[in-house]
């Protein structure tokens, strides 16, 4: 039996549950972008799930400095993301490689912020909020109306594509670049920089600003602001957690899979103890998010549904498997 469609699916009360709704784990996976989206010559800010997550305007920066740290953070203070990078020429372009292909140590980020940090001040007009291994976060000041794009959406590809634009305002998107161009020239005589090339390192030869927003425009989906436990890996989940006033650990506990979200890093694990759950009885019913050609998707699977009878009526049935779920 094909599992239902959210949409066209009505809610049965449970029993079991004395509320009235139905026991549900709902689970996340992450989505990629279509860059030829509507003929548009320009990409839409986000990958699919961080749209999902966050709404339209994808304020990750904010999101993204509650979740690295315990400061309180203006709901109305736009708030810049910049993290140091690798910029891997080839013949006849750039490619920004993920910061999992660098090895930054902490160090390494410590030393290049204190080079670059007298013209972040300067350019911004404010100074910085918080910095760690990775993330470096600032009031975006002058670039609050710059379309950028995350590492996450922008890595592997040519960065002409994925450069910040300007939006309504002409001119922040040249001053990023005159910004970002005078500390490559710091960055390039560095002493981190020549210590990761005599050790085969990739140097870190630009900086990278994404995430643009305030914690105001967060819209976050009902099926994350109703869960009563968040899973998941990424800190943008975690960051999210705290917007949400909602209970929220790296990896998910069996304990608490009623009515819980989770987007984590290998969710196929998770799949055999939520089969279980659904034929013991503990749950209700799956949701599961994905988006297929970059367009949300949401599945809701029974016991019944995962359940795949055969027209031999004396075989038990088969059982619904995470490779039949992903083809599906």
Known sequence: MPPKIKEMTQKPAHPQNLQGHPRRFTLMLAGEDVIDEQGSNQARQGLPHERFLLGDKVPLAPVLLLSQSSQHVDPNQEIACLQPVHLHATRDHLILMSQNQIDLTEAESTQLLNVALPLLTEDFGHELLFHNQCYWFIPAGPFSKLASYSVEQAHGRNV????????????????????????????????????????????????????????????????????????????????????????????????????AFAWVNNPEILWPQLITQLLNNQLDELLIIDFPGGKIRERIFTMRDIQKKSWMFWKKPRILSWDDLIQS
Do not use: Y
């Not at 090339?197 to 109703?226: H, R, Y």
């Not at 990424?234 to 929220?248: M, N, R, T, Y």
């Open 160 to 259: 002409d594509w994925w450069m910040p634009h300007d939006i309504d305002e002409q001119g922040v998107a040249k001053r990023w670049r005159k910004l970002q161009n005078e500390i490559q020239m710091l960055w390039h005589i560095d002493s981190v920089n020549e210590a990761r090339q005599e050790n085969g390192l990739p140097c870190i030869n630009s900086i990278w600003i994404s995430g643009i927003g305030k914690l105001s425009d967060v819209q976050a989906p009902l099926a994350v602001t109703q869960a009563k436990h968040i899973f998941g890996q990424h800190p943008l989940l975690s960051g999210l957690a705290k917007v949400c006033d909602i209970p929220f650990n790296a990896n998910a506990s069996i304990e608490q899979f009623t009515n």
